[in-house]
């Protein structure tokens, strides 16, 4: 596989995997306000967390589209570390608001 396909590919299967983190906070969203107003409060700092970490990763994905060679290693490098970290924190979320 040619680095153009490679670069390709992980950039379609990322913006997929965004699309459902994307939903999934959603659904996460929906159960805490469906649990009631003291539920809502106490994962809002939560869902801002998963919402900034998403955030974070869609901006570094945005970077990656436009980089080539070893600049495209490293920001490819930040992007699997950031979505390392919001499914720690989407699993950690999923937990706590499923209670």
Do not use: C, P
């Not at 994962?43 to 990763?57: C, P």
């Amino acid at each position: 596989m040619s680095s153009n396909q490679e670069k390709s590919a992980f950039e379609k299967k990322m913006a997929a995997k965004m699309k459902a983190w994307n939903a999934e906070i959603e659904k996460l969203e929906a159960r805490a306000e469906e649990a009631g107003a003291d539920a809502e409060i106490r994962y809002r700092d939560q869902l801002d967390t998963l919402r900034a970490k998403r955030d974070s990763l869609r901006d570094k994905l945005e970077r990656l589209h436009g980089q080539s060679g070893d600049a495209w290693d490293e920001v490819k490098s930040g992007v699997d570390s950031a979505w390392h970290e919001l499914q720690k924190s989407l699993d950690k979320a999923r937990e706590r608001i499923s209670k």
